[in-house]
């Protein structure tokens, strides 16, 4: 996790510690961030995939390659 989040823009990674650390409703991280609500849950949704994205490519690129 540490690796891929610096691939996410500020707002991305505030977004997901607030959400996923801090359990923030979407509603109160949108306040925090000065964005709208749909902005803030798609913002949300991107990083995830990101996230998910990178994990995968990091998963192939690490498992042996067979004789």
């Known amino acids: 996790?540490?690796?891929l989040l610096p691939n996410l823009g500020d707002n991305a990674i505030l977004a997901i510690y607030f959400r996923y650390w801090e359990n923030l409703l979407i509603d109160e991280i949108a306040k925090i961030l000065g964005i709208s609500w749909d902005q803030t849950d798609k913002l949300?949704?991107?990083s995830i995939k990101e996230l998910r994205h990178g994990f995968l490519i990091n998963q192939r690129t690490k498992q042996p390659k067979a004789a």
């Open 44 to 46: 949300i949704e991107n």
């Open 1 to 3: 996790l540490h690796e």
